[in-house]
Antibody, heavy 123, light 108 residues
Framework: QLQLQESGPGLLKPSETLSLTCTVS??????????WGWIRQPPGKGLEWIGTIDYSGSTYYNPSLKSRVTISVDTSNNQFSLNLNSVTAADTAVYFC???????????????WGKGTLVTVSS | SFVLTQPPSVSVVPGNTARITCGGNNIGSKSVHWYQQKPGQAPVLVIY???DRPSGIPERFSGSNSGNTATLTISRVEAGDEADYYCQVWDSSNYHVVFGGGTKLTVL
């Protein structure tokens, strides 16, 4: 059964870079036809897609975050990562990683999801 | 960019049918996926490709999609169905994922 687990610092100061890693177990990222994505959820608010990547490094990013986001993949460790620079309090959220099914033109649905990790940005 | 509009809340009596809508411009031309999220938990896929159910999701969950509205229908609602529900599509014009704002389902 495929499982995903987020890891990384839970507290950042404004202007720092958020770095999270998603470790995939029960299946391999390498050579997979799937995409791998990041989604976040500010406290008490809805879901916001951040971006997705496939095993070869092909990416899609949310246009509203694209200037600050980098998603990368490490097939040797079966992980993919999120970097979000110049964070502010508005980036405080639970960050989820998930597997995404590709479509003919991009992405279909996300399943399964990791449990999520809370990242707080505060001075 | 493409916008998905959901009602903030829907209430239903146990045993009745709940319908949660997801509105978008010509959404019927897109594939819609639905997630259930309970407090403190990650979202769980309950419907994909408008009306397909992943294994383990009860038959009480179904979906439809036509024109400008997609609908998630939960029949014979149970207390355990109380959760937030999100619709999601792929905006192929702008190459990005779009989520609806979410609907809180309250079981009275």
């Amino acid at each position: 059964q495929l499982q995903l687990q987020e890891s990384g610092p839970g507290l950042l100061k404004p202007s720092e870079t958020l770095s999270l890693t998603c470790t995939v177990s029960g299946g391999s990222i390498s050579g997979s036809t799937y995409y791998w994505g990041w989604i976040r959820q500010p406290p008490g608010k809805g879901l916001e897609w951040i971006g997705t990547i496939d095993y070869s490094g092909s990416t899609y990013y949310n246009p509203s975050l694209k200037s600050r986001v980098t998603i990368s993949v490490d097939t040797s460790n079966n992980q993919f990562s999120l970097n979000l620079n110049s964070v502010t309090a508005a980036d405080t959220a639970v960050y989820f990683c998930a597997r995404a099914l590709p479509s003919a033109t991009g992405i279909n649905w996300f399943d399964p999801w990791g449990k999520g990790t809370l990242v707080t940005v505060s001075s | 960019s493409f916008v998905l509009t959901q009602p903030p809340s829907v209430s239903v009596v146990p045993g009745n049918t709940a319908r949660i809508t997801c509105g978008g411009n010509n959404i019927g031309s897109k594939s819609v996926h639905w997630y259930q999220q309970k407090p403190g938990q990650a979202p769980v896929l309950v419907i994909y490709y408008d009306n397909d159910r992943p294994s383990g999701i009860p038959e009480r969950f179904s979906g439809s999609n036509s024109g400008n509205t997609a609908t998630l229908t939960i029949s014979r609602v149970e207390a355990g169905d109380e959760a937030d529900y999100y619709c999601q599509v792929w905006d192929s014009s702008n190459y990005h994922v779009v989520f609806g704002g979410g609907t809180k389902l309250t079981v009275l």
